[in-house]
């Protein structure tokens, strides 16, 4: 009687290709004979069903002829495939797919079928930075001294030592892959791998750099200068690409990303691009008028003070506040007034204001 390969793997006719094969390795787990409660017949089972069934010229055939399968192909199997070798131990298989080397090392756990992984890039570097807030008006510069992987400065990433030349890999010739040959319950199998002397390049440097042992990267301290625009905001991060720890030969190194940190001024605040402040003007100047000497981050300037100024009142002096970042002008500077009232007055000041309350000011 013809086998109902959708029923073998738990899945119905309209079911996905990675359902199927999720449903495969589910069930190969389970069924692995050298697992404990394992069943080698259901296990060759299994493999034969997902043969078919993971082929999709095979499957539609399969759907075609239903369960006349076995005989659509004439002979020994369906399509010239040949169960047999799944009946006999499964024979010799060569596994040139990802897709058998995957289900393959999940049954194993390990690296069966696996081959090198790929070149690792850097990774990324995170350093945090203060500034002054006149700096992050005004914009810096630091230097950075990083411990960090990077370049050898004796091959300059070559892995070979100076002067000397490269030659064929004698272990792949020249290819950059090997064949690697394993014996198992199942039979012998054979895999092409990314060569490990000469890390797939084909080539090998006659000697190895005495520096880093031919890797090409070595730990090393580094400078790094980095620009601080003016107009940063607290707490943004500059990224500097590249400038992250090196990778492996062929890869992309990490990025650098500087936090920037603004310390609090004692006097200044920013709101936006502007600078808050405020500046004290006797009870006189406030009514009479006049000018008074103010602070701004540029240093000190004169600014007039209109007669009858009220405490609280906000003064603006444009363009003295922060630039805006990465593009041109800057906002403006607020000054808040606010009007000193005495505490201890003379004889003299308190008639003078007796005066003022009896002319109803």
């Not at 030969?249 to 402040?277: C, M, P, T, W």
Request: hydrophobic share 30%; aromatic share 8%; glycine share 14%.
């Amino acid at each position: 009687m013809a086998k109902d390969y959708y029923k073998i793997l738990g899945v119905s006719k309209n079911t996905s290709d990675d359902e199927i094969k999720k449903s495969y390795r589910k069930l190969a787990h389970k069924y692995h004979p050298d697992k404990t409660g394992g069943n080698e017949v259901k296990f060759k089972e299994i493999n034969e069903a997902y043969q078919v069934l993971s082929d999709k010229t095979k499957r539609q055939q399969y759907d075609q002829f239903g369960q006349t399968f076995n005989q659509a192909g004439g002979g020994g199997g369906f399509g010239g495939f040949d169960f047999n070798g799944f009946q006999k131990g499964f024979g010799n298989f060569e596994f040139g797919s990802e897709n058998f080397e995957d289900i393959f090392s999940d049954i194993f756990g390990g690296n069966f079928g696996r081959r090198k992984a790929r070149a690792k890039s850097g990774q990324d570097i995170q350093v945090d930075v203060e500034i002054s807030f006149e700096e992050m008006v005004k914009g810096a510069e630091r230097t950075l001294n990083l411990y960090k992987r990077t370049k050898c400065n004796v091959c300059q990433g070559t892995g070979g030592e100076p002067w000397t030349k490269e030659e064929t890999c004698s272990i792949c010739h020249g290819s950059g892959k090997i064949r690697k040959t394993s014996r198992s319950f199942f039979g012998t199998f054979s895999q092409v791998m990314i060569c490990p002397n000469c890390d797939g390049k084909g080539k090998i440097y006659s000697k190895k750099c005495h520096q880093c042992g031919g890797d090409g990267l070595v730990k090393m301290n580094q400078e790094i200068n980095v620009r601080i625009p003016a107009g940063i905001q607290n707490g943004q991060t500059i990224s500097l690409p590249n400038q992250g720890e090196v990778g492996d030969i062929g890869a992309s190194s990490g990025d650098l990303y500087v936090n920037v940190h603004v310390l609090s001024h004692d006097k200044f605040k920013r709101e936006q691009d502007n600078i808050i402040s405020s500046e004290e003007i006797s009870f006189s100047q406030a009514v009479l008028g006049g000018k008074t000497e103010v602070e701004t981050i540029e240093g000190g300037i004169k600014m007039k003070v209109p007669p009858g100024t009220q405490s609280g009142e906000i003064f603006r002096i444009k363009e003295k506040g922060v630039p805006h970042l990465q593009k041109r002008g800057r906002g403006d500077h607020l000054i808040k007034i606010v009007v000193k009232i005495p505490k201890n007055m003379s004889r003299d000041q308190r008639e003078l204001v007796d005066r003022m309350k009896d002319l109803g000011m």
